[in-house]
RNA sequence: ACGGCGGUAGCUCAGUGGUAGAGCAUCUCGUUUACACCGAGUGGGUCGGGGGUUCGAAUCCCUCCCGCCGUACCA
């Protein structure tokens, strides 16, 4: 054997014997019945390796290598999200590398999703195999991608992840689970697609506050008083505007009122009045009406509050609430509007509505009120003009230039008595898409949703009953309040990678107020121009039908048509590729059929939802959908539900929640047994490991450095439940020095003709003192380990597994079983190989499902085996091994040898030097241990010879133990006063202690109350000590008298 | 602001009612039948502060202080 693991040369190699000899399988090594199954978390397709990953999976990975081992039926199934944002943006980013590419938007949707899918065939295998460097026994042949399956797909990308998302949308559409509405939602102006609030990071920016004067209409006026605490009246005036503050100013265009509270006096005068939004051509000045809501804080600002429904959180419930129009004034990528009808004719229209007038959502969303030379600007550009135009009207709340709220440009002013426009320099906390770093703008659009307070209750239920358990408990307290306070699903985003909606849409032709003029079922050239004209085609809605296909979807718009007159009614249903070509097309049709009187020729267009649906809602179905479903496959009715989930706490909204909700909305069924969620890994200083800071800890770079075994060893002794861990090299390099540990034991042992024979398949039996011992720890460590990997106590395995290996084995036990295998005892030699071979088998077996690679290594080199160690037999032995005699007797052999050792070196005797030793006096039990132990306490503590003697001669060390005092008489070589000191110390240390024990025991109320062993502890504890202090000082008192 | 977590040796953290531990780092010594990616030894803590419950508190309760992480934020 070489003196240390070449772990760079071997980890290859081992991991590839693993897969070939499909060691990872579905059922691998599987003995009996218990199926044990782990879904991995789905990386990004295009993503590679983080800590967070190496973290996750190898926590994963020992609970699996652990239940293969125990003969479980273990699945670990593998695979990757599409990442519908993230993916996208990537691939724009590569063609963009290149000038000469066309764009997305130039190449069209169908030559850009082969673009995705051929980076995802360069790209996708990147993450798989960085998996398999950290040692990762997945099931790959059984790899899964969210995307499989879908159209378009090329060779190789076939599965049914595409069908099993299909179909669970049209379920849950045709169960009223899923609907579309306008809703206000988190929109991406880089991307120009919805996105999630998760996917939304509030970021603390310097921001402003402008204060504008809304006048009120007519140029009315009301007396504008303000009160302190007490009622006196500290500001009275006469005003013609009310006040506002925005931190948006070019949102103004779209106020629709403004509120106050109803309970803020100073403007109850004005309540139901308009005022005018101080901003567009004058001409067209829109007034709104004051409302009061319960929203506005009348201690915040002016109290008062412009509602701009279709760009607020906040104003959208107030504007929803009290029936203000919400006017859209952004389009996809936040320029405002350049569309529809010019800005007088919406601003007269928005008047007759703030008049009084009724309106309708698509015709609000459809009026632009951006005044003509505003239109196009970029949002930010936009907001500069608009208060620009407002100040130099005079519209702006003024102040002077040396107010303190104006930040920085106070203390800069010139003249601090100046009138100045109130810009208030101000923290705001501002929206940032997570992908595209741009500020995300709330927006009125179309969406699909998931009505998840309909399907919530399940998720909820299992995990309060138990049926589903979170751990640490901890965590079930962000689970609940998230559930419990769920807000709709936004499941459709603007992109073109991911699942198109299954939605088809058509003209709606059954127009009221249309009618057939004859009555004879047909139409002629008059009804067909009223009907393209007036009729439904451009201004009416849309009829939508949801099927998994287009040919499913047919005849639900057979249907919808067949009301309408002949020869439409017998048209055919076409795709097309969206509502204009639909028009264009049936437009045609029409034309065409009056030439040709032909009505096979006639065709009813429709066209598709272009929208794709979030990569959540098809990672929501990764349970099942790995397993087949919908078919009804082996492997969904042996592995479903899941064992364990292990997770980050980070997507314990964006996944797990997702995945409890849709498993029982689907399957009726909970996903997973158990959910372990776990930390973060973060460096050394307690930081979040971020591109941007710079302290990334790239795991690859790490395993190339110290191997595979040592990164997982580090990660997992750090596993302490619910907390973050602090990731620095040198742990990890500690726990490469633990393996060179474990495997130079090996090496020791190999010298030693400890692998020659056969290995034990059963605990070896043994009569010397040492190996009784040593198989009793060993039993006392496997049940440790059982124990903390069946509570998920990772770090409480490692560690065991740590202290026994380091601390038992290679400290102790070799020290111990060198005179064994070298002496002459035969038999006891023989017994001690065996013991040894044993004891290191145990270790590479216990430590594999941490240490997978090293412990594989070494199972090999140490001898012919009948299979390799990733199939082991976990071992199952228990404490009828422990031998609590030869426990006490070595835990008494240890503490001689420590204490010697110890006062040695405290004393300065030379560390090589054998010192003879005197006892005074030895109990029975004490004697046994030393003639049985003395060859191992004479050779660690470097004793010459034990000598029995009446009392110490002056100048020794002295050394106690229980049942036997010690001493070394070296009075030439030590300094009696530094012996003095030594044993004072030590008294100092125990009399202390013995004050506390004895202060126990001397409490009657303690021996009335304490429990009955702790009271008998405390007690041989204080008499193990007060024998001790004698000890002590009489070796002191002899000192004492020498002077 | 609310919620969660945390404050224990120089550092990173275990320890959840029985009187404080580990690893690393420090310092001292050391080539002795594997291992210097080593061995032996040593120092170092009123367990964030205060109060309470208890025979007994790092551990349970109350309160305050500090840090981190979420969520919501006020136009």
Redesign the pocket.
Known sequence: MD??FDAAAAESRLYKAWEEAGCFKAGANASRPETFSIMIPPPNVTGSLHMGHAFNNTLQDILIRWHRMRGFDTLWQPGQDHAGIATQMVVERELAKDKANATRREMGREAFLEKVWDWKGQSGGTIINQLKRLGASCDWSRNAFTMSGAPGAPAGEDGNFHDAVIKVFVDMYSKGLIYRGKRLVNWDPHFETAIS??E???I?TA?H?WHFKYPLAGGQTYEYIEKDEDGTVTLRETRDYIS?????PETMLGDGAVAVHPSDERYAPIVGMLCEIPVGPKDHRRLIPIITDE????????????ITGAH???DYAVASRNNIPMYRLMNTSGHLRDDGYDYATCATRAQEIANGDSFGENEVDGMNLVPDHLRGLDRFEARKQVVAEITAEGLAVMTTAGDPRLGRAAAKAEDPDAPVPLVEA????QPFGDRSKVVIEPMLTDQWFVDTDRIVGPALDAVRSGETQILPE??Q??YF?WLENIEPWCISRQLWWGHQIPVWYGLDLSAPGFSDDEGDGELDMVELGRLLQDGGMVHAGEKAHCAASFEDVQPGFLDEIADIPTPLNHARIIEVADKHEAIATLARSLAEYEISQDPTQLVYPVWRDPDVLDTWFSSGLWPIGTLGWPEQTEALQKYFPTSVLVTGF?II?FWVARMMMMQYAVVGERPFDTVYVHA?V?D?????MSKSLGNVLDPLELIDEYGADAVRFTLTS?A???????L?T??I??Y??????LW??A??AE??GVFAEPAPTAPPAASATVNRWIIGETARVRAEVDAALTAF?F??AA?AL??FT??KV??WY??FA??L???DDAVAQAETRRTMRWVLDQCFTLLHPIMPFITEELWDATGPRSKMLIHGDWPAYGPELIDEAADREMNWVISV??NT??A???M?V???LHVPMIVTQMDPAAKAAWEANATLIQRLARIESLSEAAAMPKGTITIPAEGATFGLPLADIIDIDAEKARLE?TLGKLAK?LG?LR??LN?P??A????EE?VE??RA?LAARESEEAQLKEALARLSEVG
């Open positions: 003196k240390t609030d998760l939304v990071e509030n603390e921001g506050m506002i503050a925005t931190t948006r929203y506005p804080d009348p201690t915040f600002g002016s109290g008062a509050v412009k607020d959180f906040n101000k923290p705001i906390m901890q965590d307290k962000v309040p980070d909204f973060l973060r050394e200083k307690g930081k979040k750090m302490a439940m619910g907390r973050d861990l602090k620095s040198q742990r390099a500690g490469r020095n633990f393996g060179t540990k130079n034991a090496r020791f010298m030693n106590r770090n409480d560690n740590y202290a380091w601390g290679c400290d070799v020290e060198k005179p295998l070298s002496g040898i420590e050792r110890s040695r070196a405290q300065h030379p560390a090589g110390k202690e506390g202060g126990r409490n109320k303690f009335e109350s304490a429990p702790v502890e405390t504890n």
